[in-house]
């Protein structure tokens, strides 16, 4: 499940982009934990929680450091190492940059409500104001929108990783 998703109360409303980005945690999640020698599935500790929040803090961490995704695919098959230090950490930078622009698009969206609801003790700077606010909301949105797109996956995928002998 998308980050932002998990990670706030109410959540936002689903969009595309939460799609491609749970199809991302389950190829994260399967390339870290699949054993093709034993068909087996293991599973992630953090991400097998049962506070949605809990789940969503652990994935922003595995969003945000490099550290985290090793510690996380510490076990990760050989088969399956390629796709963690390609597909992975690139659809992950993705998403991180989506997840800051999400907060900031957030921050905006309070911003610009807040002012609208503000009492209007000074029409002409208010007016300034609130047309500025709503310049950022909108460029805000237009920048999230267009970080987590098929076009986007799809570049990554361009190229199969090989592992080497």
């Given amino acids: 499940m998308a980050y932002e998703l ?14 491609l980005e749970s199809f991302f945690w389950v190829l994260a999640w399967f390339c870290a934990v699949f054993n093709p020698d034993l068909h ?14 809990d789940i969503g803090t652990e994935k922003a961490k595995f969003l945000d450091s490099e550290k985290e995704v090793e510690r996380v695919c510490a076990n990760t098959h050989a088969t399956y190492r390629p796709f963690i230090t390609s597909w992975i950490r690139y659809l992950g930078i993705i998403l991180s940059d989506a997840k800051d622009a999400s907060s900031t698009e957030r921050t905006n969206t309070q911003r610009y409500y807040a002012l609208l609801d ?15 606010a709503r310049r950022k909301l909108l460029r805000a949105r237009e920048e999230l929108r267009d970080l987590v797109t098929y076009d986007a996956f799809m570049q990554v995928f361009t190229e199969v990783p090989v592992r080497e002998l």
């Fill in 6 to 19: 998990l990670s706030y109360h109410p959540p936002p409303a689903h969009l595309y982009r939460h799609d």
């Fill in 40 to 53: 087996t599935v293991g599973f992630i500790p953090g991400w097998h929680q049962n506070r949605l929040q």
């Fill in 118 to 132: 503000a009492p209007e003790d000074n029409a002409p700077m208010r007016s300034s104001v609130v047309a500025n």
